[in-house]
């Protein structure tokens, strides 16, 4: 229950001021708080292999097919349609065994944002993220989000300061990933009332957040990032190994887990 202390405190700090800057930039890899993880770090134990065509929705401007080896754009809003109430691009993943909650960061998600603007510039498209262990109820990450503009001189490009964003996959730059710590949601009611299962997480799914402001996070600041994108628009999601989301703590396969009572059993008699 450590870390949902600390969590609150950095929520109630994160209030105070949209600069205070208290988390990693875009390819920070030493930080105590959200450090990125290169794709090719040796934490990852497996990948995301599959797309769940069922669970997921392409917004307008977004891919039309599910790309298994290209990028899978979310598609974007624009103001009418933001105004009109219309859904939102999401991208839900399966993987080999799943994902369980372990000693910290258990997963990280990967997205094609690139540096520009000081300080901590990014060319930024967000998306919420959401875990579940049956694929029908999903339990959202507690996010923070408190820029209210771009970064001094980035330009066209519009870059905002990644330091003042915290879970919400998109907040590193392409080739490195955001890490998510199942522990964030020990008290979430879906958690709590045993609906999701930390210990078994077979599905991750993200949510684009049109970046006008519209969207909040769990304090109800406005979302901001590069709203609106020429071309498709919204999060990018790219599949194949070494992108895509890499898992960190996954479930133990079910030989592993049969040998494991095995040794255990073996273990018993032996002091019996």
Same mark, same amino acid.
């Given at each position: 229950? *450590?870390?949902?202390?600390?969590?609150?405190?950095?929520?109630?700090?994160?209030?105070?001021?949209?600069?205070?800057?208290?988390?990693?930039?875009?390819?920070?890899?030493?930080?105590? @708080?959200?450090?990125? @993880?290169?794709?090719?770090?040796?934490?990852?134990?497996?990948?995301?292999?599959? $797309?769940?065509?069922?669970?997921?929705?392409?917004?307008?401007?977004?891919?039309?097919? $599910?790309?298994?080896?290209?990028?899978?754009? *979310?598609?974007?809003?624009?103001?009418?349609?933001?105004?009109?109430?219309?859904?939102?691009?999401?991208?839900? #993943?399966?993987? !080999?065994?799943?994902?369980?909650?372990?000693?910290?960061?258990?997963?990280? @998600?990967?997205?094609?944002?690139?540096?520009?603007?000081? !300080?901590?510039?990014?060319?930024?498209? %967000?998306?919420?993220?959401?875990?579940?262990?049956?694929?029908?109820?999903?339990?959202?990450?507690?996010?923070?989000?408190?820029?209210?503009?771009?970064?001094?001189?980035?330009?066209?490009?519009?870059?905002?300061?990644?330091?003042?964003?915290?879970?919400?996959?998109?907040?590193?730059?392409?080739?490195?990933?955001?890490?998510?710590?199942?522990?964030?949601?020990?008290?979430?009611?879906?958690?709590?009332?045993?609906?999701?299962? %930390?210990?078994?997480?077979?599905?991750?799914?993200?949510?684009? @957040? !049109?970046?006008?402001?519209?969207?909040?996070?769990?304090?109800?600041?406005?979302?901001?990032?590069?709203?609106?994108?020429?071309?498709?628009?919204?999060?990018?999601?790219?599949? !194949?190994?070494?992108?895509? #989301?890499?898992?960190?703590?996954?479930?133990?396969?079910?030989?592993?887990?049969? *040998?494991?009572? $095995?040794?255990? %059993?073996?273990?018993?008699?032996?002091?019996?």
């Amino acid at each position: 229950m *450590l870390r949902t202390y600390i969590f609150a405190l950095l929520l109630s700090l994160s209030a105070t001021a949209a600069s205070a800057g208290i988390y990693s930039g875009p390819s920070q890899t030493s930080h105590p @708080i959200d450090a990125a @993880i290169p794709s090719n770090s040796p934490l990852f134990t497996e990948w995301a292999n599959a $797309i769940d065509a069922s669970r997921t929705y392409f917004a307008p401007r977004g891919a039309t097919t $599910i790309s298994p080896t290209g990028f899978n754009s *979310l598609g974007d809003l624009d103001a009418t349609q933001i105004a009109a109430g219309d859904k939102v691009g999401y991208l839900t #993943v399966t993987f !080999p065994t799943g994902v369980k909650n372990g000693a910290g960061a258990d997963f990280a @998600i990967f997205e094609n944002g690139f540096a520009f603007g000081s !300080p901590n510039g990014l060319f930024a498209e %967000l998306a919420y993220v959401e875990v579940s262990s049956n694929g029908v109820d999903f339990a959202r990450f507690p996010s923070i989000s408190t820029n209210v503009a771009p970064v001094t001189g980035s330009g066209a490009f519009a870059g905002f300061d990644m330091s003042n964003v915290y879970n919400l996959a998109g907040k590193h730059a392409g080739g490195f990933g955001t890490p998510f710590n199942l522990d964030d949601l020990l008290t979430d009611p879906l958690v709590v009332g045993g609906s999701v299962n %930390l210990a078994s997480i077979q599905y991750v799914k993200l949510v684009d @957040i !049109p970046g006008n402001g519209s969207y909040l996070d769990s304090l109800g600041n406005p979302i901001r990032d590069n709203w609106l994108t020429t071309g498709s628009g919204g999060f990018d999601f790219r599949l !194949p190994g070494g992108q895509g #989301v890499g898992v960190i703590n996954a479930v133990p396969e079910p030989a592993s887990l049969a *040998l494991a009572g $095995i040794a255990a %059993l073996l273990s018993w008699r032996r002091r019996r």
